[in-house]
């Protein structure tokens, strides 16, 4: 049975820091790209930061500089590591898992940043 269960989200002050985790399971995790994609309330889910099998990053430009995605095939997770972080970052934020035409989908995790 595959499974993503993201961690780590919560409420934070902006300029504030937040690190989401998101474990897999059932599917070969090491040679899949994994990443993060985000959704607010009324707007589509759009990639934040994904990491390939030979660790190559990428980015949407509203979080260059600010967020890293990370992984570690040992323990089958991938992370999200977000600082300096700003009101138009609160979202829903969903880990995903890709290999060609196979797309698994975590259920989310929740960030807001308000003051």
């Known amino acids: 049975q595959v499974q993503l269960v993201e961690s780590g989200g919560g409420l934070v002050q902006p300029g504030g820091s937040l690190r989401l985790s998101c474990v897999c399971s059932?599917?070969?995790?090491?040679?899949?790209?994994v990443g993060w994609y985000r959704q607010a309330p009324g707007k589509q889910r759009d990639l934040v930061a994904a990491?390939?099998?030979?660790?190559?990053?990428r980015y949407a430009d509203s979080v260059k500089g600010r967020f890293t995605i990370s992984r570690d095939n040992a323990k089958n997770t991938v992370y999200l590591q977000m600082n300096n972080l700003k009101p138009e970052d609160t979202a829903a934020y969903y880990c995903?898992?890709?290999?060609?035409?196979?797309?698994?989908w975590g259920q989310g995790s929740q960030v807001t940043v308000s003051s």
């Open positions: 995903n898992g890709k290999l060609l035409s196979i797309e698994y």
């Open positions: 059932g599917f070969r995790f090491s040679i899949f790209t």
């Open positions: 990491i390939t099998s030979a660790d190559r990053t």
